[in-house]
């Protein structure tokens, strides 16, 4: 017996079913996926570069026509003649040892308390009632404004150029760390407890792991910040380092080593987070891959 389909007012529109050539109803769009096509790495990287590169030119062009004089801002022509010279001189290298040398230190610190804190804070109730409210307190005071107070604490040595660095680099990965750390699933902490493991090797086992994009997101927070705080810090009356290299050449009016000195900061910047990215791709290869794809 054969059924005929309703063609009523009430009745429900027709579809086409697959296979049967005929078109969809009007209103309705054929569902087309979109293909996503894989991007090259030297394509990937002529487009990174572009924006620098049109920065530099419009840099030259405006130093070349003169829109740019040399006591506003020295021409590319002349920082990279800057940069031979305090090159072959030695400055720049000692410079720079100097001042990777505070930064790391001081981040090294600041990494270790962060993530100490936030550990304590996120893992157990008691540190988080504790040691939270005094910490987002703290964390809400600008670094920048504790310089004065470390010249009076610390003198004008090193430990208060690193110790400033420390605490300007602790929040960032205490905030993260802090926060990855309440987000792993208590289940599965359950689970570990009940099998008998410490809460020292949950801590290890799985906190840790669970928490690693949080992780490292505050380790690039802190790495970038460190070149910040490196800049005051490097007020603090220094002798050597980038930051004595500016205020010689802010004495001598050397627009070139100005430049050469700004550029070095944002060269350390780049590169502190070129490395964790670099991180990322060795211990979250499938987060990159992801992302890669967009």
């Known amino acids: 017996m054969s059924v005929t389909p309703a063609t009523g007012p009430d009745s429900p529109p027709r579809t086409a079913a697959p296979g049967t050539g ?19 790495r030297p394509y990937a990287v002529t487009v990174r570069a572009l924006g620098p590169v049109v920065l530099l030119a419009l840099w030259w062009a405006a130093s070349a026509t003169g829109l740019l004089t040399a006591d506003v801002l020295a021409s590319p022509a002349e920082v990279f003649r800057a940069v031979g010279e305090l090159w072959g001189n030695g400055q720049l290298p000692d410079a720079l040892t100097t001042s990777l040398t505070r930064s790391g230190l001081g981040l090294i610190i ?12 996120g893992f157990t109730r008691l540190g988080d009632e504790l040691l939270d409210s005094s910490l987002q307190t703290l964390r809400t005071i600008p670094f920048l404004s504790l310089v004065p107070l ?13 110790l400033l660095i420390a605490v300007a680099t602790t929040f960032p990965m205490y905030v993260s760390t802090s926060s990855g750390v309440r ?66 050449a802010q004495s001598y009016a050397r627009t070139d080593i100005l430049a050469v000195c700004i550029l070095v900061y944002g060269l350390l910047g780049l590169t502190a987070d070129i490395l964790v990215r670099l991180l990322e791709r060795v211990l979250m290869p499938w987060r990159t891959s992801q992302g890669a794809r967009r």
């Open 183 to 248: 987000t792993t699933d208590p289940k599965l902490i359950e689970a570990m407890r009940a099998f008998g493991m410490s809460r020292l090797g949950i801590v290890r086992e799985v906190v840790l792991p669970g928490a690693l994009p949080s992780l490292l997101a505050g380790l690039r927070l802190s790495m970038t910040l460190s070149v910040i705080a490196l800049i005051a810090a490097e007020e603090i009356n220094a002798t050597a380092g980038i930051g004595y290299l500016m205020s010689q």
């Open 22 to 40: 005929d078109t969809p109803p009007p209103g309705l769009v054929a569902p087309r996926p979109q293909l996503r096509r894989p991007r090259s």
């Open 150 to 162: 470390f010249m009076v604490w610390f003198g004008i040595n090193e430990t208060a150029k690193i």
């Open 110 to 121: 600041g990494l270790a308390a962060g993530l100490t804190l936030g550990i304590v804070t």
